[in-house]
């Protein structure tokens, strides 16, 4: 994860370490920690996709999806928000399988609840360029 672009943080310190901890659990494909931050009535959306609601759902979508490409690594941009709902900026790098990178520009809207825990993700952002064939 990059932390040196990052321009605006309008989270607490507590919050924000409790982030970057969230945001590593996905950089590292941890499918087991990134569930440890989901409350078990939660929601998962990108772009216009259908959502993924339940834990148990979304940790299955998330895992399959994982395997699409081979790696992951967020650059923070800006965090907008309280928190209890804010919105990250970023630019996702990506390893695709076939070894190619791709940067993408993504933002991600997140809700969690009294206790902290993630109760709605919804993230935006153009995956075509992972997906395209190969060149």
Wanted: with cysteine.
């Amino acid at each position: 994860m990059r932390t040196s672009n990052l321009r605006i943080n309008q989270l607490s310190p507590e919050t924000y370490k409790w982030y970057l901890k969230y945001l590593e659990a996905l950089d590292s494909l941890d499918i087991e920690g990134y569930g440890k931050f989901l409350a078990p009535d939660c929601c998962v959306q990108s772009n216009n996709d259908q959502p993924m609601e339940g834990k148990a759902v979304v940790m299955q979508g998330l895992a399959q999806y994982w395997t699409s490409f081979a790696s992951l690594e967020h650059d923070l941009l800006n965090i907008y928000g309280s928190d209890s709902s804010f919105v990250l900026e970023a630019l996702n790098h990506y390893k695709r399988n076939d070894h190619k990178l791709v940067t993408l520009r993504a933002v991600a809207f997140t809700d969690r609840n009294e206790k902290g825990m993630i109760t709605s993700v919804r993230f935006y952002t153009d995956t075509r360029p992972l997906f395209a064939a190969a060149t």
